[in-house]
């Protein structure tokens, strides 16, 4: 079946505009994950959703960076007023729920480079 | 919070030598994830690990649970080029509500 797929897979932008990001789960998974990897670090939690609400948004660096999740199903990751420092991959993931016993499939990511 | 730490951040081997990385957490933990990621890729699961001092073998690969619930380890025998990557484990903490995945730990294998 299908996994789970992010668009764009590349994105470069100038400093200072807003970006958009997108995760399309897989079908029937209840919980999406948003993360950010820098070059050579690992995974930076940034906020998780389940359904459609989203219980823990402590991992957001900055009030630039909001995130939205309808039907369930696809999400939205924003940056607003885009820094140099927010360029990283940013990785998606889902699992059929949020509970001890489910692993994450994460998607291919999306790369973010701003200049 | 609870904090997820890996040692070593970095590990070069010959091919055919062993390799082991240490996941350590400040909190007791529910469960345990392994997660590998190749160069160039994304996280994939690997196996997961919930009862208290639990081993669990896949191939070359073993995987640990510590009695006390706030330690793991991986140990790969005899490793192949094919196991470069990088290595997270995710550990699970019912109070928090949520997963924390370590920093990871970085496998360069030299044939």
């Known amino acids: 079946g299908a996994g789970v797929s992010q668009s764009p897979s590349n994105k470069v932008t100038e400093k200072g505009k807003d970006v958009e990001l997108r995760c399309d789960p897989i079908s029937g998974h209840t919980a999406l994950y948003w993360y950010r990897q820098r070059l050579g670090q690992g995974l930076e939690f940034l906020i998780y959703?389940?359904?459609?609400?989203?219980?823990?948004k402590s991992g957001l660096p900055s009030d630039r960076f909001s995130a939205e999740r309808t039907g369930e199903s696809v999400s939205t990751l924003t940056i607003q007023r885009t820094q140099q420092e927010d360029s990283a991959v940013y990785l998606c993931?889902?699992?059929?729920?949020?509970?001890?016993?489910?692993?994450?499939?994460f998607g291919p990511g999306t790369r973010l480079t701003v200049t | 919070g609870q904090q997820v730490m890996q040692i070593p951040q970095y590990q070069h081997v010959q091919e055919g030598e062993d390799f082991t990385t240490y996941c350590n957490s400040s909190?007791?933990?529910?469960?345990i994830q392994w997660y590998k990621q190749r160069p160039g890729g994304h996280p994939v699961f690997l196996i997961q690990?919930?009862?208290?001092?639990e081993v669990k073998k896949q191939k070359r690969l073993t995987f640990q649970f510590g009695e006390a619930k706030k330690n793991s380890s991986l140990h790969i025998t005899a490793t192949q080029t094919t196991d470069v990557g990088t290595y997270f484990c995710?550990?699970?903490?019912?109070?928090?509500?949520?997963?924390?995945f370590g920093d990871g730990t970085t496998l360069t294998v030299k044939p």
């Open positions: 909190t007791t933990l529910s469960n």
């Open positions: 690990l919930v009862k208290s001092g």
């Open positions: 995710a550990g699970w903490n019912t109070n928090a509500g949520k997963s924390t």
């Open positions: 993931a889902s699992s059929e729920g949020q509970g001890v016993i489910y692993e994450q499939y």
């Open positions: 959703f389940q359904g459609n609400s989203a219980p823990d």
